[in-house]
Nanobody, 115 residues
Framework: QVQLVESGGGLVQTGGSLTLSCAAS????????MGWYRQAPGKQRDLVAQ???????DYADSVKGRFTISRDNAKNAVNLKMNSLKPEDTAVYYC?????????WGQGTQVTVSS
């Protein structure tokens, strides 16, 4: 079992920045991958960024160069730094962890970018 606790969503203007954090209930090194997905109204949940246990990162094309995912080993957490935010980034952002091929999700945090 893995519990994920998210923080950091909110309302920001176009061009602004936000940082999302997700703390896991077990060592992040025991997780195959940890990252963030997002879901806008009426759309499917898509990968935003993830980081593997070995440190490899993957990003959606739409966020490359604007978002950065990183690990905080001491807190068993991952952070998503989001810069140059656009209205199309508006969505509910979900933390995700892969542990022993099981998917675990956070409760979701709303990110709203106003134009």
């Amino acid at each position: 079992q893995v519990q994920l606790v998210e923080s950091g969503g909110g309302l920001v203007q176009t061009g602004g920045s936000l940082t999302l954090s997700c703390a896991a209930s077990r060592s992040i090194f025991s997780l195959s991958a940890m990252g963030w997905y997002r879901q806008a109204p009426g759309k499917q949940r898509d990968l935003v960024a993830q980081i593997g246990s070995g440190g490899r990162t993957d990003y959606a094309d739409s966020v490359k160069g604007r978002f950065t995912i990183s690990r905080d080993n001491a807190k068993n957490a991952v952070n998503l730094k989001m810069n140059s935010l656009k209205p199309e980034d508006t969505a509910v952002y979900y933390c995700h962890a892969d542990y022993l091929n099981w998917n675990y999700w956070g409760q979701g945090t709303q990110v709203t970018v106003s134009s």
